[in-house]
């Protein structure tokens, strides 16, 4: 069976400024053998054109066409609810470009749409302003949920740490787009052409990467070289189907054999009679 991956970035390729040794060799590894593949990131704030740079700069073969944004997501989303739309923005150019790429204008007045992504201008003004455009009927959108942010020096409030204060005031809840969301998960699976058995999610965090995986019945491999330590995989209700050190433990050729092993149904014992057995039907 042809398999393909959605690939997280921060935690699995990189950290900060820094590659996750074998990243390269892993990547490299795809493209020479033709297999279908997108980075995945729930950062708003850069462009895919960014991103593919980024990553070229490491020693990463990649192209625009391989990254797949939060940004891009939300915006082919609201393309498809209300094309042509308008939109009252919090966030960068990542955002503003996927937008307007998909045919919106921003606006700060009576827009269809608040979106918030991340941000390191983020004012009580714009938080003011953006508040009551969603008590006057504007639909509250985010480009994920994540609560914080890593950086070379910490940590920083996330998307979804913004949306929350909104979320408060107005008593509205904000429809996330980003990764968990079936919706980041379900397009970038079509992208690749890929069905749902066929496709291999990578990730660093159980709450993200791995359930955004399981709830679309992916496969998944978490990686322990970012936030996650193998300790504290009992206390999610859902597991991962492989669990690696990092991305560069990680082989394709092997992949697909052990993927494919697991999805062959056993053989159905024969009774004593000559007749396969019938199988054990669960009473509903």
Same mark, same amino acid.
């Given at each position: 069976?042809?398999?393909?991956?959605?690939?997280?970035?921060?935690?699995? +390729?990189?950290?900060?400024?820094?590659?996750?040794?074998?990243?390269?060799?892993?990547?490299?590894?795809?493209?020479?053998?033709?297999?279908?593949?997108?980075?995945?990131?729930?950062?708003?704030?850069?462009?895919?054109?960014?991103?593919?740079?980024?990553?070229?700069?490491?020693?990463?073969?990649?192209?625009?066409?391989?990254?797949?944004?939060?940004?891009?997501?939300?915006?082919?989303? /609201?393309?498809?609810?209300?094309? #042509?739309?308008?939109?009252?923005? +919090?966030?960068?150019? !990542?955002?503003?470009?996927?937008?307007?790429?998909?045919?919106?204008?921003?606006?700060?007045?009576?827009?269809?749409?608040?979106?918030?992504?991340?941000?390191?201008?983020?004012?009580?003004?714009?938080?003011?302003?953006?508040?009551?455009?969603?008590?006057?009927?504007?639909?509250?959108?985010?480009?994920?949920?994540?609560?914080?942010?890593?950086?070379?020096?910490?940590?920083?409030?996330?998307?979804?740490?913004?949306?929350?204060?909104?979320?408060?005031?107005?008593?509205?809840?904000?429809?996330?787009?980003?990764?968990?969301?079936?919706?980041?998960? #379900?397009?970038?699976?079509?992208? /690749?052409? /890929?069905?749902?058995?066929?496709?291999?999610?990578?990730?660093?965090?159980?709450?993200?990467?791995?359930?955004? !995986?399981?709830?679309?019945?992916?496969?998944?491999?978490?990686?322990?070289?970012?936030?996650?330590?193998?300790?504290?995989?009992?206390?999610?209700?859902?597991?991962?189907?492989?669990?690696?050190?990092?991305?560069?433990?990680?082989?394709?050729?092997?992949?697909? #054999?052990?993927?494919?092993?697991?999805?062959?149904?056993?053989?159905?014992?024969?009774?004593?009679?000559? #007749?396969?057995?019938?199988?054990?039907?669960?009473?509903?």
């Amino acid at each position: 069976m042809q398999y393909g991956y959605l690939i997280d970035m921060d935690g699995v +390729i990189y950290r900060g400024s820094e590659l996750i040794p074998g990243a390269d060799r892993f990547i490299a590894e795809l493209r020479e053998a033709d297999v279908p593949f997108l980075f995945l990131t729930n950062n708003s704030q850069r462009t895919r054109r960014d991103v593919a740079t980024k990553l070229k700069r490491l020693g990463i073969d990649a192209d625009e066409d391989h990254v797949f944004t939060c940004a891009m997501s939300t915006a082919r989303f /609201l393309a498809q609810q209300k094309p #042509r739309g308008t939109a009252f923005v +919090i966030g960068e150019g !990542g955002l503003l470009t996927a937008l307007h790429s998909n045919g919106y204008s921003m606006v700060d007045k009576e827009p269809d749409y608040v979106v918030i992504g991340e941000g390191r201008t983020f004012n009580f003004e714009m938080a003011e302003a953006a508040l009551g455009m969603i008590l006057g009927g504007a639909k509250l959108v985010a480009t994920n949920m994540d609560p914080n942010c890593p950086t070379q020096t910490g940590m920083r409030p996330g998307c979804g740490a913004l949306v929350a204060l909104l979320e408060s005031a107005s008593g509205i809840k904000a429809f996330s787009v980003g990764k968990p969301s079936p919706v980041m998960l #379900r397009t970038a699976r079509k992208q /690749l052409g /890929l069905s749902t058995d066929q496709t291999i999610v990578i990730g660093d965090t159980m709450e993200t990467d791995i359930l955004g !995986g399981v709830q679309q019945g992916y496969k998944t491999i978490l990686v322990l070289s970012g936030s996650m330590r193998r300790e504290d995989l009992p206390r999610y209700a859902y597991r991962p189907d492989k669990i690696a050190a990092s991305i560069g433990e990680l082989n394709h050729a092997k992949l697909v #054999r052990e993927f494919s092993a697991a999805a062959t149904p056993p053989a159905i014992p024969i009774n004593g009679a000559g #007749r396969r057995a019938q199988p054990l039907v669960e009473a509903r």
